[in-house]
């Protein structure tokens, strides 16, 4: 079941930017922390971003601070992902979750997560 619907990724070459988007159609999870994990072939699902409900806070893995930019815009209950400088080590699925535990424990909580999207590739080439 798909409950978040995701946009944007593809294709980039290293040091290109790349935009994701997650929409909550059924306007459901406007008063949950939102975010995004990624998986690449072979690997774990990994903690990439959250944002609270409120998104007064925000939250990166270290692989990804300083690049990647989280926002949410709950009037359009949408939560996105800016991808900046990336590199080959970027690539995966990326998946979009909405949960109501706090944002800051997602990277304890990977598996845990509630509410799923689909799942979108990002690929970055060297």
């Known amino acids: 079941q798909v409950d978040l619907v995701q946009s944007g990724g593809g294709l980039v070459q290293a040091g290109g930017s790349l935009s994701l988007s997650c929409a909550d159609p059924?306007?459901?999870?406007?008063?949950?922390?939102m975010g995004w994990l990624r998986q690449a072939p072979g690997k774990e699902r990994e903690f990439v971003s959250s944002?609270?409900?409120?998104?007064?806070?925000?939250y990166y893995a270290d692989s990804v601070k300083g690049r990647f930019t989280i926002s949410r815009d709950n009037a359009k209950n949408t939560v996105y992902l800016q991808m900046n400088s990336l590199k080959p080590e970027d690539t995966a699925v990326y998946y979009c979750?909405?949960?109501?535990?706090?944002?800051?424990?997602?990277?304890?909580?990977?598996?845990?997560?509630?509410?799923w999207g689909q799942g979108t590739q990002v690929t970055v080439s060297s």
């Open positions: 979750a909405a949960d109501l535990t706090p944002a800051g424990t997602w990277p304890q909580r990977v598996r845990r997560l509630g509410y």
């Open positions: 944002i609270s409900w409120s998104a007064d806070n925000t």
């Open positions: 059924g306007r459901t999870f406007s008063s949950y922390a």
